[in-house]
């Protein structure tokens, strides 16, 4: 059964501070800071509302209440596992029931360490279909240990995110949802308006994202992120550098959990406290200027250009009427191609693109064009597994990436480049001399070595 569509994006994501929605007679709603999702459909959208189907985007803050009962409105169900095997008894088993004869039995019985995740609201769906033979993915959602907590995201999410924040007056919701027939969920919550900082141009807003899932596909956890307006990029490795609190809380799905919950506030700080933090990085990276030759250095690091190599490879050719074996050069620029399409792509971003060409020059500038790229023109695997749904491939590819921190370590990749070119290179792209203040490095090593090559050659 199919539900990877832009119906069920619409179905299963809630996002709310959008301004410029229009309502049923096609006037502007008045609220909210942030621009729609990028998947949004407003045709489709209006449909929905035609028809009486909750709509995806609101101009408010997102209710709990709404919340609860839309998105997180079912409840994850223990079931025993049985195993049913075919198997054979040697007729000279020395157990053997029937001695001298073979027996072959089907076998049933209870794997007592495990158990099954089944969401609830799919299975009576199934149940009342007669179609209890056909359960899929977005009815059994994982085989787990004994131990492992099933609690609903409801309580998983929404009160453990009240409990966190102080209660749920201090809760501004900003998006919610489902992912992966269920299997994943996520919370997120802000302040209530958008900041800006007049240094460097930027509106902002502080969240926090909660996240777990029934799959162990993402860990139960609530991350401190930042939310820069003008390009809807979640930015979550500037919080740890700027703050002694470490932006995340983590913790396994274990029977007793919720025992560990009252560690979270402590570990994750006040929303309110990530404004000065923010800034403060948002100041520094600012500040630290990257030329046009070290930006190129920089591509050097991240996207290397592989050299094309020429190969033999065998081929049959007619020889006066013969077909024959020959051997032949040939030269394969594939990987040479996506490489300088992939530079090419990069340079057109930072040098032009409205969400990352404004700071241009700086660190800043390579901080926003990484992070711009990778959520908006990094292939996205994963079509296939959507029955070839490139659109649900990238929504969900997007979102998973963000819950299970794979764009925050790219983040620290691609600036830890930047940082080794700022220390090897000076702006004209030449290598530091060795006589710099500059601290050591690889690159310093090389030179120092190849100096000594020479002066040994000479």
């Not at 929404?158 to 992966?180: F, Q, R, Y």
Request: charged share 25%.
């Amino acid at each position: 059964m199919s539900v990877h569509t832009k119906e069920y994006l619409h179905d299963n994501i809630r996002v709310g501070n959008v301004k410029g929605l229009l309502d049923a007679n096609g006037q502007v709603i008045p609220g909210g800071t942030r621009t729609p999702a990028w998947w949004f459909d407003p045709t489709k959208e209006a449909e929905r509302i035609a028809a009486g189907i909750a709509p995806s985007h609101y101009a408010q803050p997102l209710s709990i209440s709404m919340i609860r009962s839309e998105l997180f409105g079912w409840e994850a169900l223990d079931a025993a596992v049985k195993i049913s095997v075919e198997l054979r008894i040697p007729g000279d088993h020395p157990l053997s029931k029937t001695p001298g004869t073979e027996e072959i039995r089907q076998v049933t019985f209870t794997v007592p360490d495990w158990k099954g995740v089944v969401r609830e609201d799919k299975l009576v769906e199934c149940y009342l279909n007669d179609k209890l033979d056909e359960l899929g993915p977005e009815t059994v959602m994982n085989i787990a240990s004994q131990s492992f907590n099933t609690a609903s995201f409801q309580k998983v999410l929404v009160d453990n995110t009240i409990e966190i924040v102080g209660g749920g007056d201090n809760m501004l919701v900003s998006g919610a949802g489902v992912l992966k027939w269920g299997r994943v969920g996520y919370i997120e919550v802000t302040i209530p308006e958008t900041l800006h900082d007049n240094e460097t141009g930027i509106a902002f807003r502080p969240n926090l994202l909660g996240s777990t899932s029934f799959d162990g596909s993402v860990g139960t956890r609530w991350d401190r992120t930042v939310t820069n307006v003008v390009c809807d990029n979640t930015h979550q490795w500037a919080l740890q550098q700027s703050s002694d609190k470490t932006g995340s809380f983590k913790i396994k799905r274990t029977k007793n959990f919720v025992e560990r919950m009252s560690d979270a506030r402590k570990a994750l700080g006040l929303l309110t406290q990530e404004a000065d933090e923010y800034t403060k990085i948002l100041h520094e990276w600012s500040k630290i200027p990257v030329s046009p030759k070290q930006f190129i250095k920089w591509l050097d690091v991240i996207v290397p250009v592989p050299e094309v190599k020429a190969v033999q490879k065998e081929i049959m050719v007619s020889v006066q009427g013969e077909m024959q074996k020959q051997m032949v050069n040939s030269v394969n620029t594939r990987a040479q191609s996506i490489a300088l399409n992939k530079r090419d792509r990069l340079s057109e971003l930072y040098y032009t693109d409205a969400r990352v060409s404004p700071w241009m020059g700086t660190k800043l500038g390579v901080a926003q064009l990484g992070n711009t790229w990778a959520r908006y023109d990094q292939t996205m695997k994963g079509a296939k597994a959507h029955e070839g749904n490139v659109l649900q491939a990238r929504v969900e590819g997007q979102m998973l990436k963000v819950l299970d921190g794979s764009f925050q370590k790219q983040d620290v990749e691609f600036l830890d480049a930047l940082d080794k070119v700022l220390l090897e290179f000076d702006a004209e792209g030449v290598v530091i001399p060795l006589a710099s203040d500059k601290p050591v490095t690889a690159a310093r090593k090389r030179a120092e070595k190849a100096d000594q090559q020479n002066a040994a050659n000479n």
